[in-house]
């Protein structure tokens, strides 16, 4: 099979992403969903859930193979969904979105921030996150948060001109400076900082528990509330049949608590197993939410290493 030089592969990349975004706007919302469905059931038939399969069956290892192939080809079409709702979202206006998201628990979240403080946010890849943080932004407060640098360069520009387009202030990962300082005077401010913290982007992240598996997960949310002494929340999201139509629903469950000792890593690992704990409750409840298509389990992590290295000594 002849392979595409690179900079020919991310040409086409972008203007797939550009062509999505100007076209789906264009489709009736019924009609671009069901497009997006069929897409997610080829890449089922053709293999392409390999990895969220394997995921899903270290979340729920009591399915069968029938039951674990259903949730497969759902957990794959709500993962579409999500990009076919942030290719629409710039068209529709606060109260459209406010029509496609019902929120639990916020009570506690808005008093602090009505009050001048800022509340972070511990979450995992679940529902759709930018159709929160737009909701976020009309009706809860200011919202910062950080982006992972994707490439080609291009689309990863598409996206952060997109979300903040929505309103939210974005922080690169990577390629620019340091995000923690940026993020601790975000957090001098009122509002919310969201930030996904269920796969490690950094190299530097904590060893936890994630139904019933190490992982390891970002400690960047819990040592941003520790540094600002700020309260962290961790926020599950799912989708939710809404008529005809699609919603999602934001749960803000209570803050985890502060260890009263301990040193500043020990302190923030064990927030982020809290973190951990609860993500995981929803996660196993609402596993078809979670959009965890990269190995993010440590035994999945050490066997790629394994055959990596055991192939390069051969």
Not at 30 to 52: I, K, Q, S, W
Not at 81 to 96: G, K, M, N, Q, S
Request: hydrophobic share 40%; charged share 25%; proline share 7%.
């Amino acid at each position: 099979m002849r392979v595409l030089p690179p900079q020919v592969s991310d040409a086409l990349t972008v203007a797939g992403f550009r062509v999505g975004w100007g076209a789906l706007r264009l489709m009736p919302e019924r009609a671009a969903y069901a497009m997006f469905d069929r897409f997610a059931d080829l890449t089922v038939a053709r293999g392409g859930a390999a990895r969220l399969r394997s995921n899903y069956a270290k979340v729920r290892p009591e399915l069968g193979d029938a039951e674990l192939d259903a949730l497969v080809r759902d957990g794959m079409r709500r993962c579409l969904r999500y990009y076919c709702e942030a290719f629409r979202l710039p068209v529709l206006t606060p109260d459209d979105v406010l029509q496609r998201v019902r929120v639990e628990g916020d009570g506690p979240v808005r008093e602090v921030i009505d009050g001048g403080g800022s509340v972070i946010a511990f979450l995992g890849h679940l529902g759709n996150w930018d159709l929160a943080g737009a909701w976020g932004t009309s009706y809860l407060g200011p919202v910062t948060t950080v982006a992972e640098r994707l490439k080609p360069e291009e689309v990863f520009e598409e996206f952060l001109a997109f979300r903040e387009s929505l309103g939210m202030t974005i922080i690169p990962l990577t390629g620019g400076v340091n995000p923690f300082p940026a993020l601790r005077e975000a957090a001098r401010r009122p509002g919310i900082i969201p930030l996904l913290a269920d796969r490690d982007l950094t190299a530097r992240g904590v060893e936890v528990q994630l139904c019933g598996h190490t992982v390891r997960m970002a400690p960047g949310p819990a040592a941003l509330a520790l540094a600002e002494k700020r309260p962290l929340h961790p926020v599950s999201i799912r989708h939710e049949r809404r008529g005809r139509g699609w919603g999602i629903v934001i749960t803000f469950h209570p803050p985890v608590d502060v260890p009263p000792s301990g040193t500043t890593r020990e302190r923030a690992t064990a927030m982020t197993q809290a973190c951990a704990d609860v993500l995981g409750a929803a996660i196993t409840e609402h596993t078809s939410d979670w959009h965890m298509l990269q190995r993010v389990f440590l035994d999945d992590l050490d066997h790629d290493r394994l055959a990596k290295a055991t192939e390069s000594a051969t």
